[in-house]
Nanobody
Framework: QVQLVESGGGLVQPGGSLRLSCAASGFRFSNYAMNWYRQAPGTEREGVAG????????SYADSVKGRFTISRDNAKNMVYLQMNSLKPEDTAVYYC?????WGQGTQVTVSS
């Protein structure tokens, strides 16, 4: 079955970095665009970044442009989100999405 499993979340101080990973299985990964979303308590889930099926095109929410980088490795069925210069407002559960499926999410907390 189609499955997405995120990892790499945690607690980090403001200005720090984290790298999220999403392992995909059960579908032809290289055929699908992939996206990262996030949801903070009491807010709607929002799109953070997206990447085309071959990795040639990326897009970002204005709030993370210049700080976050999405990438993928089609040989490993993996998608990544490198997050730098993290701010407290980046605190949220981060979700991977692709092939009509959501991962279970990974918590990112930015706090001193």
């Amino acid at each position: 079955q189609v499955q997405l499993v995120e990892s790499g979340g945690g607690l980090v101080q403001p200005g720090g970095s984290l790298r999220l990973s999403c392992a995909a299985s059960g579908f032809r990964f290289s055929n699908y665009a992939m996206n990262w979303y996030r949801q903070a308590p009491g807010t709607e889930r929002e799109g953070v970044a997206g990447i085309s099926s071959n990795g040639g095109s990326t897009s970002y929410a204005d709030s993370v442009k210049g700080r976050f980088t999405i990438s993928r490795d089609n040989a490993k069925n993996m998608v990544y989100l490198q997050m730098n210069s993290l701010k407290p407002e980046d605190t949220a559960v981060y979700y991977c999405r692709g092939a009509g499926t959501w991962g279970q999410g990974t918590q990112v907390t930015v706090s001193s």
